[in-house]
Protein backbone atom coordinates (compact mmCIF):
# COMPACT_ATOMS: atom_id res chain seq x y z
CA UNK A 1 0.00 0.00 0.00
CA UNK A 2 1.10 3.39 -0.63
CA UNK A 3 -0.56 5.29 2.07
CA UNK A 4 0.26 4.14 5.55
CA UNK A 5 -2.41 3.96 8.35
CA UNK A 6 -2.90 6.97 10.02
CA UNK A 7 -3.68 4.83 13.12
CA UNK A 8 0.23 3.19 13.14
CA UNK A 9 2.99 5.09 13.76
CA UNK A 10 6.14 3.13 13.29
CA UNK A 11 6.58 2.92 17.66
CA UNK A 12 3.23 1.09 17.48
CA UNK A 13 4.62 -1.15 15.19
CA UNK A 14 7.69 -1.66 16.38
CA UNK A 15 6.26 -2.06 20.40
CA UNK A 16 4.29 -4.25 18.75
CA UNK A 17 6.52 -6.71 17.48
CA UNK A 18 9.04 -6.36 20.80
CA UNK A 19 6.19 -7.33 22.58
CA UNK A 20 4.91 -10.70 20.71
CA UNK A 21 8.04 -11.83 19.59
CA UNK A 22 10.29 -11.06 22.63
CA UNK A 23 12.80 -10.03 19.54
CA UNK A 24 15.20 -7.03 20.58
CA UNK A 25 14.88 -3.03 20.48
CA UNK A 26 14.05 -2.71 16.97
CA UNK A 27 13.38 0.45 14.91
CA UNK A 28 10.90 0.08 12.18
CA UNK A 29 10.11 1.87 8.79
CA UNK A 30 7.25 1.86 6.36
CA UNK A 31 7.81 0.39 3.03
CA UNK A 32 5.39 1.35 0.04
CA UNK A 33 5.03 -1.86 -1.62
CA UNK A 34 2.41 -4.54 -2.64
CA UNK A 35 -1.13 -3.63 -2.23
CA UNK A 36 -4.22 -4.81 0.60
CA UNK A 37 -1.68 -5.44 3.27
CA UNK A 38 0.55 -2.58 5.31
CA UNK A 39 4.55 -3.39 5.24
CA UNK A 40 7.01 -2.34 7.42
CA UNK A 41 11.06 -3.55 7.93
CA UNK A 42 12.41 -3.89 11.76
CA UNK A 43 16.05 -3.86 12.50
CA UNK A 44 18.44 -3.94 15.51
CA UNK A 45 20.83 -2.33 16.60
CA UNK A 46 23.29 -5.35 15.35
CA UNK A 47 21.38 -5.15 11.38
CA UNK A 48 19.17 -7.96 12.14
CA UNK A 49 16.09 -7.41 9.95
CA UNK A 50 12.81 -8.57 9.99
CA UNK A 51 9.35 -7.91 7.91
CA UNK A 52 6.10 -6.64 9.55
CA UNK A 53 3.16 -6.91 7.60
CA UNK A 54 0.09 -5.31 9.16
CA UNK A 55 -3.76 -5.97 7.77
CA UNK A 56 -6.49 -3.51 8.26
CA UNK A 57 -9.59 -5.56 9.90
CA UNK A 58 -13.38 -4.88 8.94
CA UNK A 59 -14.89 -2.90 11.13
CA UNK A 60 -12.70 0.30 12.02
CA UNK A 61 -15.17 1.87 9.38
CA UNK A 62 -18.95 2.15 8.25
CA UNK A 63 -19.09 -0.77 5.48
CA UNK A 64 -22.00 -0.34 2.56
CA UNK A 65 -25.03 -2.84 3.73
CA UNK A 66 -23.28 -3.25 7.23
CA UNK A 67 -24.99 -2.96 10.07
CA UNK A 68 -21.85 -1.78 11.98
CA UNK A 69 -22.78 -2.15 15.48
CA UNK A 70 -23.77 -5.42 15.11
CA UNK A 71 -21.33 -6.50 12.56
CA UNK A 72 -18.22 -5.23 12.98
CA UNK A 73 -16.72 -7.33 15.41
CA UNK A 74 -18.15 -10.45 13.71
CA UNK A 75 -16.36 -9.47 10.83
CA UNK A 76 -13.35 -8.82 12.27
CA UNK A 77 -13.11 -11.60 13.72
CA UNK A 78 -13.63 -14.24 10.80
CA UNK A 79 -11.03 -11.97 8.86
CA UNK A 80 -8.64 -12.79 11.62
CA UNK A 81 -9.39 -16.20 11.80
CA UNK A 82 -9.23 -16.47 8.18
CA UNK A 83 -5.56 -14.64 8.12
CA UNK A 84 -4.80 -17.14 11.18
CA UNK A 85 -5.90 -20.39 9.04
CA UNK A 86 -3.87 -19.20 5.64
CA UNK A 87 -0.70 -18.75 7.81
CA UNK A 88 -0.92 -21.88 9.61
CA UNK A 89 -1.14 -23.61 6.12
CA UNK A 90 2.03 -21.57 5.08
CA UNK A 91 4.02 -23.01 8.19
CA UNK A 92 2.30 -26.86 7.29
CA UNK A 93 4.16 -26.55 3.98
CA UNK A 94 7.39 -24.64 5.50
CA UNK A 95 7.61 -27.44 8.08
CA UNK A 96 7.17 -30.16 5.39
CA UNK A 97 10.66 -29.11 4.02
CA UNK A 98 9.61 -26.65 1.29
CA UNK A 99 12.22 -24.36 1.80
CA UNK A 100 10.93 -21.52 -0.88
CA UNK A 101 8.04 -21.03 1.58
CA UNK A 102 8.53 -17.55 3.56
CA UNK A 103 6.23 -18.51 6.28
CA UNK A 104 5.48 -16.55 10.05
CA UNK A 105 7.45 -16.60 12.97
CA UNK A 106 5.55 -17.42 15.53
CA UNK A 107 5.02 -15.28 18.99
CA UNK A 108 5.75 -15.88 22.22
CA UNK A 109 3.01 -17.70 22.66
CA UNK A 110 2.86 -19.67 19.76
CA UNK A 111 0.81 -18.11 17.55
CA UNK A 112 1.12 -16.72 14.33
CA UNK A 113 -0.50 -13.17 14.14
CA UNK A 114 -1.68 -10.83 16.36
CA UNK A 115 -4.28 -8.05 17.22
CA UNK A 116 -3.20 -4.52 17.17
CA UNK A 117 -5.15 -1.92 18.69
CA UNK A 118 -7.67 0.35 16.03
CA UNK A 119 -8.55 -3.03 14.20
CA UNK A 120 -5.22 -4.04 12.77
CA UNK A 121 -3.62 -8.02 12.07
CA UNK A 122 0.23 -7.76 12.50
CA UNK A 123 2.95 -11.20 11.43
CA UNK A 124 5.72 -11.01 11.39
CA UNK A 125 8.37 -13.14 8.68
CA UNK A 126 12.22 -13.46 8.43
CA UNK A 127 14.17 -10.82 6.03
CA UNK A 128 14.48 -11.73 2.97
CA UNK A 129 17.16 -10.03 0.68
CA UNK A 130 16.86 -10.71 -3.05
CA UNK A 131 15.08 -8.94 -5.81
CA UNK A 132 11.71 -9.38 -6.79
CA UNK A 133 9.50 -8.82 -9.45
CA UNK A 134 5.81 -6.82 -10.13
CA UNK A 135 2.57 -8.46 -10.75
CA UNK A 136 2.40 -7.85 -14.47
CA UNK A 137 6.09 -9.22 -15.33
CA UNK A 138 6.39 -11.91 -17.50
CA UNK A 139 8.22 -14.80 -16.05
CA UNK A 140 11.36 -16.14 -18.27
CA UNK A 141 11.42 -19.39 -19.27
CA UNK A 142 14.12 -20.80 -16.33
CA UNK A 143 11.90 -19.15 -13.91
CA UNK A 144 8.81 -20.47 -15.26
CA UNK A 145 9.73 -23.91 -14.98
CA UNK A 146 11.15 -23.48 -11.62
CA UNK A 147 7.83 -21.62 -10.62
CA UNK A 148 5.65 -24.17 -11.43
CA UNK A 149 8.06 -27.32 -9.89
CA UNK A 150 7.76 -25.28 -6.51
CA UNK A 151 3.46 -25.67 -7.08
CA UNK A 152 3.80 -28.89 -8.09
CA UNK A 153 5.65 -29.54 -4.74
CA UNK A 154 3.41 -27.40 -2.66
CA UNK A 155 0.62 -29.34 -3.84
CA UNK A 156 2.00 -32.55 -2.72
CA UNK A 157 2.42 -31.13 1.13
CA UNK A 158 0.29 -33.51 2.82
CA UNK A 159 -2.45 -31.70 5.10
CA UNK A 160 -2.44 -32.69 8.38
CA UNK A 161 -6.32 -34.19 9.96
CA UNK A 162 -7.83 -31.42 10.66
CA UNK A 163 -6.50 -28.49 8.56
CA UNK A 164 -9.24 -28.81 5.80
CA UNK A 165 -11.80 -26.20 8.23
CA UNK A 166 -14.60 -24.42 6.22
CA UNK A 167 -12.66 -21.27 6.74
CA UNK A 168 -9.22 -22.67 5.29
CA UNK A 169 -10.96 -24.48 2.24
CA UNK A 170 -12.14 -23.30 -1.05
CA UNK A 171 -15.88 -22.29 -0.72
CA UNK A 172 -15.96 -20.95 -4.80
CA UNK A 173 -17.50 -17.86 -3.44
CA UNK A 174 -16.64 -14.35 -4.04
CA UNK A 175 -15.61 -12.20 -1.67
CA UNK A 176 -17.80 -9.27 -0.70
CA UNK A 177 -20.03 -10.51 -3.66
CA UNK A 178 -23.00 -9.28 -1.54
CA UNK A 179 -21.92 -5.99 -1.40
CA UNK A 180 -21.28 -5.47 -5.16
CA UNK A 181 -24.46 -6.13 -5.69
CA UNK A 182 -25.86 -3.76 -3.27
CA UNK A 183 -24.11 -1.33 -5.26
CA UNK A 184 -25.01 -2.19 -8.36
CA UNK A 185 -28.57 -1.93 -7.43
CA UNK A 186 -28.15 1.22 -5.79
CA UNK A 187 -26.54 2.67 -8.38
CA UNK A 188 -28.99 1.50 -10.90
CA UNK A 189 -32.38 3.14 -8.74
CA UNK A 190 -30.09 6.18 -8.13
CA UNK A 191 -29.84 6.61 -11.80
CA UNK A 192 -33.31 6.09 -12.79
CA UNK A 193 -34.29 8.25 -9.96
CA UNK A 194 -32.02 11.21 -10.97
CA UNK A 195 -33.29 10.58 -14.97
CA UNK A 196 -36.64 11.09 -13.26
CA UNK A 197 -35.39 14.21 -11.58
CA UNK A 198 -34.19 15.81 -14.45
CA UNK A 199 -30.71 14.36 -13.27
CA UNK A 200 -31.29 15.63 -9.59
CA UNK A 201 -30.68 17.94 -7.30
CA UNK A 202 -27.60 19.30 -6.60
CA UNK A 203 -25.62 17.37 -4.57
CA UNK A 204 -27.48 14.48 -5.03
CA UNK A 205 -24.82 12.73 -6.54
CA UNK A 206 -22.34 12.36 -3.78
CA UNK A 207 -21.26 16.09 -3.97
CA UNK A 208 -21.03 17.78 -0.69
CA UNK A 209 -23.80 18.18 1.28
CA UNK A 210 -25.46 15.04 -0.19
CA UNK A 211 -27.01 12.67 2.02
CA UNK A 212 -27.47 9.76 -0.51
CA UNK A 213 -25.34 6.98 -0.25
CA UNK A 214 -22.92 8.15 -2.92
CA UNK A 215 -20.79 10.49 -0.55
CA UNK A 216 -16.86 10.95 -0.35
CA UNK A 217 -14.38 12.14 -3.62
CA UNK A 218 -15.23 8.91 -5.49
CA UNK A 219 -19.32 8.94 -4.85
CA UNK A 220 -21.21 10.50 -7.89
CA UNK A 221 -17.97 9.28 -10.29
CA UNK A 222 -18.35 5.32 -8.77
CA UNK A 223 -22.31 5.26 -9.22
CA UNK A 224 -21.95 6.39 -12.99
CA UNK A 225 -19.09 3.90 -13.60
CA UNK A 226 -21.19 1.25 -12.08
CA UNK A 227 -24.64 1.82 -13.87
CA UNK A 228 -22.57 2.47 -16.91
CA UNK A 229 -20.86 -1.46 -16.86
CA UNK A 230 -23.70 -2.93 -14.39
CA UNK A 231 -24.65 -5.09 -17.44
CA UNK A 232 -21.01 -6.46 -17.70
CA UNK A 233 -20.44 -7.02 -14.21
CA UNK A 234 -23.94 -9.25 -14.00
CA UNK A 235 -22.77 -11.24 -16.88
CA UNK A 236 -19.49 -11.79 -15.48
CA UNK A 237 -20.93 -12.84 -12.42
CA UNK A 238 -23.40 -15.19 -14.30
CA UNK A 239 -20.62 -16.62 -16.26
CA UNK A 240 -18.88 -17.07 -12.97
CA UNK A 241 -21.38 -19.33 -11.76
CA UNK A 242 -21.97 -21.39 -14.95
CA UNK A 243 -17.89 -22.03 -14.36
CA UNK A 244 -18.53 -23.32 -11.05
CA UNK A 245 -21.02 -25.49 -11.84
CA UNK A 246 -19.46 -26.93 -14.47
CA UNK A 247 -16.26 -27.39 -12.61
CA UNK A 248 -18.34 -30.46 -11.11
CA UNK A 249 -17.65 -31.80 -7.55
CA UNK A 250 -13.51 -30.95 -6.42
CA UNK A 251 -13.47 -32.17 -3.07
CA UNK A 252 -11.29 -34.78 -3.61
CA UNK A 253 -9.01 -32.38 -5.84
CA UNK A 254 -7.71 -29.96 -2.51
CA UNK A 255 -4.37 -29.31 -2.39
CA UNK A 256 -2.64 -26.53 -0.61
CA UNK A 257 -2.40 -23.62 -2.70
CA UNK A 258 -0.79 -20.41 -2.44
CA UNK A 259 -3.51 -18.24 -3.89
CA UNK A 260 -1.30 -15.44 -5.44
CA UNK A 261 2.11 -16.81 -7.19
CA UNK A 262 2.78 -13.67 -9.55
CA UNK A 263 6.02 -12.51 -9.95
CA UNK A 264 5.27 -9.51 -7.20
CA UNK A 265 5.06 -12.55 -4.93
CA UNK A 266 8.86 -14.55 -6.04
CA UNK A 267 12.03 -13.26 -4.19
CA UNK A 268 15.13 -14.36 -6.43
CA UNK A 269 17.32 -15.15 -4.04
CA UNK A 270 21.05 -16.93 -3.94
CA UNK A 271 19.59 -20.21 -3.39
CA UNK A 272 16.32 -19.85 -5.71
CA UNK A 273 13.02 -18.26 -6.04
CA UNK A 274 11.34 -17.55 -2.86
CA UNK A 275 7.35 -17.54 -2.38
CA UNK A 276 6.04 -14.93 -0.25
CA UNK A 277 3.07 -13.25 0.82
CA UNK A 278 0.84 -16.00 2.31
CA UNK A 279 -2.64 -14.82 3.86
CA UNK A 280 -4.46 -15.96 0.88
CA UNK A 281 -3.35 -19.95 1.40
CA UNK A 282 -5.98 -22.25 0.91
CA UNK A 283 -7.35 -25.66 0.54
CA UNK A 284 -8.18 -25.18 -3.36
CA UNK A 285 -8.12 -27.21 -6.83
CA UNK A 286 -4.35 -26.46 -8.31
CA UNK A 287 -5.75 -24.65 -11.02
CA UNK A 288 -6.04 -22.09 -8.24
CA UNK A 289 -2.29 -21.30 -8.47
CA UNK A 290 -1.73 -22.73 -12.48
CA UNK A 291 -4.25 -20.05 -14.09
CA UNK A 292 -1.71 -17.02 -12.73
CA UNK A 293 0.94 -19.06 -13.27
CA UNK A 294 -0.12 -19.44 -17.09
CA UNK A 295 -1.19 -16.13 -17.24
CA UNK A 296 2.86 -15.32 -16.46
CA UNK A 297 4.68 -18.21 -18.89
CA UNK A 298 2.32 -17.88 -22.29
CA UNK A 299 0.08 -20.98 -20.84
CA UNK A 300 3.67 -23.23 -20.42
CA UNK A 301 3.11 -23.83 -16.48
CA UNK A 302 -0.44 -25.80 -16.81
CA UNK A 303 1.17 -28.24 -19.49
CA UNK A 304 4.54 -28.87 -17.42
CA UNK A 305 2.35 -29.41 -14.54
CA UNK A 306 0.25 -31.34 -16.06
CA UNK A 307 2.92 -33.78 -17.44
CA UNK A 308 4.54 -34.06 -14.05
CA UNK A 309 1.45 -34.95 -12.26
CA UNK A 310 0.25 -37.22 -15.27
CA UNK A 311 -3.27 -35.34 -14.52
CA UNK A 312 -4.16 -32.65 -16.78
CA UNK A 313 -5.95 -29.35 -15.15
CA UNK A 314 -9.72 -28.18 -15.55
CA UNK A 315 -9.93 -25.76 -18.52
CA UNK A 316 -13.18 -24.59 -16.41
CA UNK A 317 -11.62 -23.93 -13.74
CA UNK A 318 -8.88 -22.22 -15.01
CA UNK A 319 -11.53 -19.74 -16.67
CA UNK A 320 -13.33 -19.56 -13.04
CA UNK A 321 -10.13 -18.45 -11.36
CA UNK A 322 -9.18 -16.04 -13.73
CA UNK A 323 -12.52 -14.06 -13.48
CA UNK A 324 -12.82 -14.64 -10.13
CA UNK A 325 -9.71 -12.47 -9.33
CA UNK A 326 -11.46 -10.03 -12.11
CA UNK A 327 -14.37 -9.76 -10.20
CA UNK A 328 -12.63 -9.86 -6.79
CA UNK A 329 -11.18 -6.73 -7.88
CA UNK A 330 -13.21 -5.36 -9.15
CA UNK A 331 -15.63 -6.09 -5.67
CA UNK A 332 -12.71 -5.01 -3.45
CA UNK A 333 -12.13 -1.54 -5.44
CA UNK A 334 -15.73 -0.78 -5.13
CA UNK A 335 -16.11 -1.02 -1.26
CA UNK A 336 -13.16 1.04 -0.77
CA UNK A 337 -14.00 3.74 -3.18
CA UNK A 338 -17.45 3.77 -1.73
CA UNK A 339 -16.29 4.14 1.65
CA UNK A 340 -13.70 6.46 1.00
CA UNK A 341 -13.75 9.89 2.60
CA UNK A 342 -10.57 11.61 0.87
CA UNK A 343 -8.95 10.69 -2.45
CA UNK A 344 -5.34 8.97 -1.33
CA UNK A 345 -2.63 7.45 -3.19
CA UNK A 346 -4.55 4.20 -3.02
CA UNK A 347 -7.60 5.48 -3.68
CA UNK A 348 -6.59 7.28 -6.68
CA UNK A 349 -4.92 3.79 -7.86
CA UNK A 350 -7.63 1.93 -6.83
CA UNK A 351 -10.09 4.26 -9.14
CA UNK A 352 -7.29 4.02 -12.45
CA UNK A 353 -7.09 -0.02 -11.66
CA UNK A 354 -11.15 -0.26 -11.18
CA UNK A 355 -12.12 2.15 -14.99
CA UNK A 356 -9.11 -0.20 -16.62
CA UNK A 357 -10.40 -3.10 -15.46
CA UNK A 358 -14.05 -2.63 -16.39
CA UNK A 359 -13.21 -1.10 -20.08
CA UNK A 360 -11.80 -4.29 -20.45
CA UNK A 361 -14.15 -6.20 -19.31
CA UNK A 362 -16.17 -4.99 -21.72
CA UNK A 363 -14.53 -4.98 -24.66
CA UNK A 364 -14.06 -9.01 -23.47
CA UNK A 365 -18.11 -9.58 -23.74
CA UNK A 366 -19.40 -11.31 -26.34
Known amino acids: MQSRPPELSDHDVAAAACAGWKIPAVMASYVSVGYGSHHWVLADVDGNRWFASVDALPGNEAGVGVDVEAGADAGADAAFARLSAALRLAVTARDAGRGFVVAPLRTSDGELVRRLTGGYALALYPFVAGGSGDFHDELSPADGIELTDMLYSLHAVPVPPGAGTRISTESFDLPDRDRLEVALDDAALDDAALDEAGNGEP ?29 DIHRALQRH ?52 ADARTGGQASRRYAVRTGRPLQAELLARYQLAWVLTDIAEFVALLRNAAEETADTSWSWDALCRILDELESSAP
Not at 211 to 221: E, L, N
Not at 253 to 278: C, F, K, Q, Y
Open 241 to 292: DELVAASGQQSHRMVLTHGEPHPGNLIRTSSGLALIDWDTALLAPPERDLWL
Open 203 to 231: GSDGEPGSDGPWRGPYGGPLRRLLARHAG
